[in-house]
């Protein structure tokens, strides 16, 4: 397992358009989480999964975001008519079952560029 | 709400220099994490820490959880170029789901 990996790591895209990024975390790993993260600050929570039940979703995600686990395995996060603030890099990450304290394996992300 | 604050916020010094970053909250945190992250790369965990006072030591890096739980810090030994980063902390709070994030400290180790 070559730990957790996003595809694209980067896309540019017209306001309006509709994009979708992948996740495969580590495939032992039943929790998936799913940040966005602008230049100089903290990941900030979009939502997150414990197998294909997502679980939580962050009050600041709009109507417009919506993400899916299907099989519990990947992960697609698709943001619908995008705007130039939704602009940074898109976070996924995931953890093994078990207590709280268990750190996160974060993929490499993908950067989104609104245009 | 928990919150976790982080200082300083930007930091650059010599090589060779020695340097602590702080995580403060006014919560109680069950366990804190630091990650360091590199431009267009995600954070990498480096430590956890879970027990009040503890500490712990990675090569130059030493960890620190407040007795309290509530605050933490980073030390860097004699600081390298590749020490170089976005230093990041994050804190298990009340919910099982999801860190708590500081909002990081930008180093930059100058040769």
């Known amino acids: 397992d070559t730990g957790v990996s996003q595809n694209p790591r980067h896309k540019i895209t017209k306001r309006g358009q509709n994009v979708t990024f992948r996740c495969d975390p580590i495939?032992?790993?039943?929790?998936l989480y799913w940040y966005r993260q602008t230049l100089g600050q903290g990941p900030e929570f979009l939502t997150y999964?414990?197998?294909?039940?997502?679980?939580?979703k962050s009050r600041l995600l709009s109507d417009r975001f919506s993400a899916e686990r299907p099989k519990g395995s990947f992960s697609t996060l698709e943001i619908q008519r995008t705007e130039q603030g939704d602009s940074a890099m898109y976070l996924c990450?995931?953890?093994?079952?078990?207590?709280?304290?268990?750190?996160?394996?974060f993929g490499s992300g993908t950067r989104l560029t609104v245009v | 709400t928990q919150l976790l604050e982080q200082s300083p916020q930007f930091l650059s010094i010599q090589e060779g220099e020695n340097l602590t970053v702080y995580c403060n909250s006014s919560?109680?945190?069950?366990?804190l994490q630091w990650y360091r992250q590199e431009p267009g790369e995600g954070p990498v965990l480096l430590v956890t820490v879970v027990t009040g006072g503890e500490v712990k030591k990675l090569k130059r890096l030493t960890f620190q959880f407040g007795d309290a739980r509530k605050d933490s810090s980073l030390h860097i030994t004699a600081a390298q170029p590749g020490d170089t980063g976005l230093y990041l902390c994050?804190?298990?709070?009340?919910?099982?789901?999801?860190?708590?994030w500081g909002a990081g400290t930008k180093l930059i180790i100058k040769p």
């Open positions: 495939s032992e790993h039943n929790r």
């Open positions: 990450a995931s953890r093994p079952t078990g207590g709280r304290n268990y750190g996160y394996t």
């Open positions: 919560s109680v945190f069950s366990s």
């Open positions: 994050a804190g298990a709070g009340r919910s099982n789901y999801q860190l708590i």
């Open positions: 999964f414990q197998n294909e039940a997502q679980l939580e």
